[in-house]
């Protein structure tokens, strides 16, 4: 069995989509933001939306070019060359990675944050295994925790909006008092814009905070990776990749003024902003439990679109091949979702949730700015005629990807050098060691 079976409708792919943006991102990304950005915070989400509504429509329109599997591996390859799609599949799997031991982690912090790292070690190794059984299944249990979520994200929301009493204020926590935890805005967040994550990070702080919001955004990216899994991909994809962004800005706008309004001062030091917004202690523990959930839908549908990319550059020789197996009954690949999944399982264990976060940004912002000279270079192949008769027709604007794109690589010049200096590191070793083993073509 060497294809995947399309499967997915609009409602199934908007669903993924939904499970992967409306996820970690949405509980956890308020406070170093905050700490990062002060007062400045409502421009860093406008930028950050701006940046994943540009990388969205270049998305959706190569999306139409290429219904693969692969996302922006493809769109490369095919675009502009083997070697830049490498580089985007490459940097893809890396930070996703990341991000997938950041969510399983901070979905551990929610559900028993004494052994934090272990619940994230056995969620992905569950939802590895739920991803194995089909991609059915994996469309399911998204629209099931997504439509859970909303229900208790709308319910906090208007408990905020009520002016009801939140636990931050009243120095009343789930697990322990505000002192005793371990905070992201003071721990994982040490080296972002070189002030130890604290309030007053300078000039370029809202930026940096642009680049970790842009974590909660970039869940749209699941759906083109699953281009080979979908039915009428040429209409499915820009439609779900178009309207579960919209909805999904429109929350996060929401949420964002209900914990910067609510929480103030204290919401650069919230392990738990969302939760806090809530200061009844069962209610409270009822929306910790939605935000565990929350990244378990967005961890799971990751792990897909993480093996989907493996599953495409296996198949092209950056990969071992092994990666490319296709199990013949569900028509998933699962060597690719163990591999990926065993990634993620080491990272949880080894490394704390900010610094995978900061550098999963890195990484997925390159990816974006790959997508983004993809499109523009179609559009360039389409001009000087190379586009057979039946290419798709290029609906967007000249200037998005070329705004896109600078955008992405201006926000990746802001964040933790550490994490830059890293990432450029590791695509180096990559483009290297895939010189160095991939087969050489007879000439």
């Known amino acids: 069995m060497t294809q995947l079976e399309r499967r ?45 509504v540009l990388n969205a429509l270049s998305t959706a329109q190569l999306a139409m070019e290429h219904p693969v599997s692969g996302g922006a591996y493809a769109y ?20 996703k990675t990341a991000s ?85 805005g003071s721990g994982d967040f040490g080296s972002v814009g070189g002030t130890g994550g604290v309030p007053g990070a300078g000039p370029l702080g809202w930026l940096t905070a642009t680049g970790m919001l842009f974590f909660a955004f970039a869940g749209y990216a699941r759906m ?48 738990t902003p969302l939760a806090d917004l809530v200061g009844d202690p069962v209610l409270h523990v009822v929306v910790l439990g939605a935000g565990a959930l929350a990244c378990l839908g967005s961890l799971m549908g990751l792990l897909a679109g993480l093996s989907r990319t493996g599953l495409a550059m296996a198949r092209n020789g950056d990969l071992p091949g092994p990666l490319s197996f296709i199990a013949a009954r569900t028509r998933t690949p699962v060597v690719a979702e163990a591999t990926t999944a065993l990634a993620a399982i080491a990272a949880a264990l080894l490394l704390q949730p900010g610094s995978l976060v900061a550098f999963s940004s890195t990484c997925v912002l390159t990816y974006y700015a790959v997508a ?41 010049l802001t964040l933790p050098w550490q994490g830059v200096l890293g990432a450029a590191v590791w695509l180096g070793l990559g483009l290297a060691a895939r010189e160095l083993l991939r087969p050489r073509r007879p000439r």
């Open 8 to 52: 997915i409708g609009v409602p199934g792919a908007i669903a993924i989509g939904l499970g992967a943006m409306i996820g970690a991102g949405l509980f956890f990304v308020w406070a170093p933001a905050a700490a990062l950005a002060g007062s400045m915070l409502p421009a860093a989400i406008a930028l950050a939306g701006a940046i994943a």
């Open 76 to 95: 490369g390859r095919a675009e502009v060359g083997e070697r830049v799609g490498f580089a985007a599949g490459w940097m893809f799997l890396t930070g």
């Open 100 to 184: 997938a031991a950041a969510i399983a982690v901070i979905a551990g912090q929610h559900l028993w944050p004494q052994h934090a790292q272990w619940v994230a070690a056995a969620a992905v190794a569950l939802l590895a295994v739920l991803n194995m059984v089909g991609v059915r299944v994996t469309a399911w249990v998204s629209s099931g925790i997504v439509a859970v979520v909303l229900v208790v994200v709308v319910f906090a929301l208007v408990w905020a909006a009520t002016g009801a009493p939140t636990a931050e204020p009243e120095g009343w926590l789930a697990y322990a008092p505000l002192s005793q935890q371990h905070v992201i």
């Open 224 to 271: 083109a990776t699953l281009g080979e899994e979908v039915r009428d991909p040429r209409r499915t994809l820009p439609i779900a990749i178009v309207v579960g962004l919209g909805l999904v800005l429109a929350l996060y706008a929401a949420v964002g003024w209900a914990t910067s309004a609510r929480l103030g001062e204290l919401l650069p030091i919230s392990a």
């Open 372 to 412: 983004h000279l993809s499109a523009i270079r179609m559009r360039r192949g389409s001009r000087a005629g190379t586009r057979t008769a039946g290419a798709v027709r290029l609906w967007l604007p000249a200037w998005v990807p070329w705004v896109g794109a600078v955008a992405c690589l201006a926000v990746v």
